[in-house]
Each structure stands twice: as structure tokens, then as C-alpha cells.
């Protein structure tokens, strides 16, 4: 389509972003969407499209609650520094501060140490599995990436973990890992609260996010799972695996329910859309009334300079990445634009420079996540030719 002319935001965007969706959705890539998007926290699009349950034909609703998976980040991320803040952590601690028998080597047997800074910015010297080819060392160790083995416990999973050499010396590289799960045990120990607890009360009451939680307050509003198929998107079964770069994602739909399974502060939440603009519009507008905003400023400023990602052009802050070059990173997006998003199938972004906070959550992995629609969704809000 040709959008010759056109700027972010113009009064042709909802045009374009509709057929975006319409032809995801036609195509059988998505099978159902929830999307919104905010400018100075006033919503200007706001859509449910396609199905939450297409065996059912239900079909999408706004209020619709999603397995969240990496969108759990920025939440556990924000509930962390409302712990800095008031002294009951510091991000330059030891782990093993909070979790003496987390003590992961090098490959070398030294122990090096390992803060909570790094946990936060993925320096830390771990790893997830889908990074990891078929056979690489965390499936060897049954390594759980958050999203799988309902009933497994945080012990038990933090053993496996340590059990791993390191992939290098903390602080020394960056490497999308595990290390948000670790840092939610490491609140739950210096609190003595729960994950869940802290979460809900640092973050999710304050904000009224009122869906957020690492349980289903609803599940008949639960959407669906699907995931890519060699044609249209499949129902995801209890044990799926979507092939993801040289590996696989495990998914096990069936955890959430399973109390038993211990809370991944990387992946474990569930929620809706407009849980998720609540937290977003709250950081880009000051932290209010979570963080302070000195503290959401250092979250949402790199803080890896020096150190290369995976993503040309993407730095991290302190739960997601922040946009360093968008010509590297082949974006319209502004200089310093954070974003994120989540295996089960979304993609969200706040570009501060033009006040602009994007969500997009689907019921589709991975195809909702990364890929033409993502990227073809945030091309139709900044106007940029097809």
C-alpha cells in the first residue's frame, strides 16, 4: 500500500494500521489481536480484531487475557527498582546474597560474581534455551525457559540453571537469558514475600491493572493459543514447540494453571492490552506512582553502552531494549524508543520523542511477536512506504 506523503500518526493511520490487521488475520498468520495506541496517554486506535477462540469462532475481545510471557519483564523489572528505592536491594548486590546456593561457574570452575544489575540488563552470563541449538547445554540440563514443565519448581529449575557454565564473564557481554526469573527469587528472598505479592502490590494495585497477575482472575476471557503453522496458525497442544533461530520455543499452555509451577519473573504473567498501557504510559510519563521519575529515566536509558546485543541498533535498559540507531536498526522509530514484547505472540513500543505508546498483543506465537506483522503494524503508524 502506498502511504506517499504521510507522518506518524496522520489521519490515515487507523486506516492502514486496519488493514494491516485484516490482512493478518485473512491470511491466517494471526488469529486474533488486541491493539492499541496512545499519544500523551490519549488513546487514538484502539481495536479487538479476529478470534479468540477460532475452534469456538469467540471472537477477540478488548478486555481479553493473554499469556503475557516477555511482557512479564517491564512488570517484575519496575516491581525491582520500587525495591531499590527503598533500600531493600541494591542493583550492585551479589545474587548470592539473596540466593546463597545460586552459584553458577565459568567453564574454567571459577565463580565469578554476579549483581543484581546484571540480572536486570541480561549480562549476567546466562542463556535461555531457545537461544540454544536442539542439543545445546540447557536442554541437556532440562533447563525450563518459564513458558514450560508445569509443576516445576524455582529450586529445582535454579539448580539446573547453576548446573551450566556461564556463556562468559558477567558484565563482560549481553545475552537474552534466564536471568529474570533468577532476579524474581532473589525479591521473593530479601522481601519474604511471594513473586506474585510483590508484583501485585508494587505494580499492579497502584496502576489498576486490574487482569495482571501470574494466575487467570477470568479464564473465560482467556484467549486461545496458536502458534505458526506451515500455512495458517495452529492450535497450540499441551507440549508445542514453534522452531525459533537454530532451536525451538517449549511452550506448555496448561502451566498457568498448574499452582505448582513456580513464578517466572521473565515469562509467567498474564493480563490484557490495556494492563499493559497502563504500565507503559506510567514510565513514559514520569513512574508515577511506582518509581520515581530519576528511576524511570535510568530503566529507560541504555544501559549497556559499549556492549552489542543481538539487534543491530538495540541497546537494553533495565527490562527491555532501547533503540541506540534506527538506520541499523532499520526503523522509523525515534532514537531512544524502548520496546519489547512476548513469545506468545506480542510486540509493544514507547517512542518518547513523539510521545507515542504502541501495544500489541495476539493470540499467535510467533508470528505476533517478530516478523512481517509486527513490523508492518508499527510501519502503518509512522507513515513509512510499503
Known amino acids: 500500500m502506498s502511504v506517499t506523503g504521510s507522518k506518524p500518526l496522520d489521519h490515515d493511520f487507523g486506516g492502514r494500521v486496519d488493514r494491516v490487521v485484516d490482512m493478518a488475520i485473512e491470511a491466517g498468520r494471526i488469529v486474533g489481536t488486541v491493539i492499541l495506541v496512545a499519544r500523551r496517554g490519549e488513546i487514538l486506535y484502539s481495536r479487538a480484531a479476529g478470534l479468540a477462540d477460532r475452534e469456538a469462532k469467540k471472537r477477540m475481545t478488548a478486555d481479553a487475557i493473554f499469556r503475557l510471557a516477555s ?99 558477567p558484565g563482560t557481554a549481553w545475552g537474552y537469558s534466564v536471568a529474570m526469573d533468577v532476579l524474581g527469587e532473589a525479591m521473593a528472598r530479601a522481601t519474604g514475600a511471594s513473586l506474585p505479592e ?65 513464578a517466572s519473573g521473565g515469562t509467567g504473567m498474564n493480563g490484557s492490552a490495556g494492563d499493559v498501557l497502563k504500565l507503559l504510559e506510567a514510565l513514559r510519563s514520569g513512574g508515577g506512582p511506582v518509581v520515581r521519575p530519576e528511576t524511570a529515566t535510568t530503566m529507560t536509558s541504555d544501559a549497556i553502552p559499549g556492549l552489542e546485543t543481538t539487534m543491530p541498533g538495540w541497546g537494553w535498559g533495565l527490562g527491555f531494549g532501547v533503540l541506540r540507531d534506527p538506520l541499523a536498526a532499520s526503523t522509523p522509530q525515534t532514537a531512544g524508543t524502548w520496546r519489547w514484547g512476548g513469545v506468545y505472540g506480542h510486540s509493544w513500543f514507547v517512542d518518547p520523542a513523539l510521545e507515542l505508546t504502541v501495544v500489541a498483543l495476539t493470540n499467535t506465537a510467533i508470528a505476533g511477536m517478530t516478523g512481517a506483522f509486527p513490523d508492518a503494524l508499527r510501519d502503518a503508524i509512522y507513515g513509512k512506504p510499503a
Do not use: W
Not at 96 to 108: C, N, Q, S, V, Y
Not at 207 to 218: E, K, N, P, Q, S
Open 71 to 169: 511482557v512479564t519483564k517491564p512488570v517484575v523489572a519496575t516491581a525491582a527498582l520500587a525495591l531499590v528505592e527503598t533500600g531493600v536491594i541494591d542493583l550492585d548486590d551479589p545474587v548470592a546474597r539473596f540466593i546463597p546456593e545460586f552459584r553458577p561457574k565459568l567453564a574454567d570452575g571459577s565463580e565469578p560474581v554476579t549483581t543484581i544489575l546484571q540480572l536486570l540488563t541480561h549480562t549476567a552470563g546466562l542463556d535461555y534455551g531457545f537461544r540454544q541449538v536442539a542439543d545445546g547445554p540447557y536442554h541437556r540440563a532440562d533447563v525450563s525457559d518459564g513458558l514450560d514443565q508445569p509443576g516445576l519448581s524455582m529450586a529445582e529449575n535454579l539448580r539446573r540453571i547453576a548446573s551450566v557454565p556461564l556463556s562468559y564473564v
Open 198 to 262: 510483590l508484583v501485585d502490590r508494587l505494580v499492579v494495585q497502584p496502576l489498576g491493572m486490574h487482569d495482571a497477575a501470574f494466575t487467570v482472575r477470568d479464564r473465560s476471557r482467556l484467549a486461545t493459543p496458536y502458534a505458526d503453522g506451515p500455512g495458517k496458525a495452529v492450535e497450540m497442544d499441551e507440549h508445542h514447540r514453534v522452531p525459533f533461530g537454530d532451536g525451538f520455543i517449549s511452550f506448555s499452555p496448561g502451566r498457568v494453571f498448574d499452582l505448582a509451577s513456580f
